[in-house]
């Protein structure tokens, strides 16, 4: 395995997380959102993916470990007592970056934690990191194998990388946004369009290869703009995995596809544009999620995808709705010109 160079590694430690299957028709994502920011609960990892027309829709989210089960308990009553939620105490948010959009990225961590045999229990990239949720006993074995996998400059050993976390540890801790904004604050906006969005089912022990499958769109040139993963509840034995590349790129993805993971299930394949807030509060206070999510459905707007890690919301849209869905935001949130 070549390994690539990056410029660091984020932990958050001490989370709960929840993942929930929903079929009723209407997304639940909007409702989940408000449930927790009336309950001051601060979402710190988020990722959902859309209904197919023959699917469930999926949400994935990491709360406070002390939140966990009033979070579950929460969600649980608001989909009328479904059993089709997940709760994995005590688990860690690791991530590395900066990816640039390198496929190659997601391709050396998912293999590696294949080899590990970790299981992975949710995946989103942002702009800048790439974002993934791991129980906490298993974190420091994670850690020393990312290490295999990519180089860190200011960091040339696991040992010299927790050396420096010790140190910040209790700061990091301590830096949680207690103060509302009325109109929340967004320090870049970026977008994407002309691609394609590829939402595919595997089975759980499968990620490996999906890692392959990155590897080879690395080596074609290609940039993975959107990439998040969400195992099925309640028994985790499969993955819905999404991802964004170019839409000129559909004949060496399927490709790559029947050679890698010819087991893939494609749920979805369809037209997409891409944006992502980056802001300075979107990973420790409460609400934010919830204002994007009911704006959007205020104006009829579905997001087919969404994560929120590290600082950012990206979220994905039919190629027709980018512009309206970000018109729509410039009431709640204060975005620059």
């Known amino acids: 395995m070549d390994k690539i160079r990056l410029g660091g590694i984020k932990i958050a430690e001490g989370r709960s997380h929840l993942i929930t299957a929903n079929s009723a028709g209407e997304s639940a994502l909007p409702d989940i959102c408000a449930r927790l920011a009336a309950n001051r609960i601060n979402l710190n990892h988020l990722t959902s993916l859309d209904a197919t027309a023959d699917g469930e829709e999926a949400v994935s989210l990491c709360v406070e470990r002390a939140e966990g089960y009033n979070?579950?308990?929460?969600?649980?009553?608001l989909l009328g007592g479904s059993d089709r939620i997940h709760l994995q105490e005590d688990v860690n948010i690791l991530a590395v970056f900066p990816h640039d959009k390198k496929p190659g990225v997601a391709g050396n961590l998912l293999r590696q934690l294949a080899s590990l045999g970790v299981p992975v229990h949710g995946l989103a990239s942002s702009p800048a990191a790439m974002a993934f949720v791991v129980a906490a006993a298993d974190t420091m074995r994670v850690i020393?194998?990312?290490?295999?996998?990519?180089?860190?400059?200011?960091?040339?050993?696991?040992?010299?990388?927790?050396?420096?976390?010790?140190?910040?540890?209790?700061?990091?801790?301590?830096?949680?946004?207690?103060?509302?904004?009325?109109?929340?604050?967004?320090?870049?906006?970026a977008q994407e369009k002309d691609l394609d969005l590829w939402h595919l089912e595997i089975p759980s022990s499968r990620l490996g290869d999906l890692g392959e499958v990155f590897h080879d769109l690395d080596r074609a040139g290609l940039r993975l703009s959107f990439l998040v993963a969400i195992p099925s509840a309640p028994r985790l034995e499969s993955v819905q995995v999404a991802c964004c590349l170019a839409k000129s790129a559909e004949a060496i993805i399927r490709?790559?596809?029947?050679?890698?993971?010819?087991?893939?299930?494609?749920?979805?394949?369809?037209?997409?544009?891409?944006?992502?807030?980056?802001?300075?509060?979107?990973?420790?206070?409460?609400g934010i999620t919830n204002v994007l999510a009911n704006a959007m459905r205020t104006a009829g707007i579905a997001p087919l995808a969404m994560s929120c890690a590290i600082h950012s919301i990206s979220v994905v849209v039919g190629e027709d709705d980018l512009d309206s869905t970000l018109q729509i935001l410039k009431g709640p949130f204060d975005i620059p010109a």
């Open 71 to 77: 979070t579950y308990f929460l969600i649980k009553a």
């Open 144 to 189: 020393d194998a990312l290490f295999e996998a990519f180089t860190f400059p200011a960091y040339p050993s696991p040992f010299d990388w927790y050396a420096a976390y010790q140190g910040r540890e209790q700061v990091l801790k301590e830096i949680i946004c207690s103060y509302e904004e009325q109109v929340i604050k967004v320090y870049n906006v």
């Open 255 to 286: 490709d790559c596809l029947g050679r890698q993971l010819p087991m893939a299930r494609l749920l979805r394949h369809q037209s997409a544009a891409l944006f992502s807030l980056v802001g300075p509060h979107f990973g420790d206070r409460h």
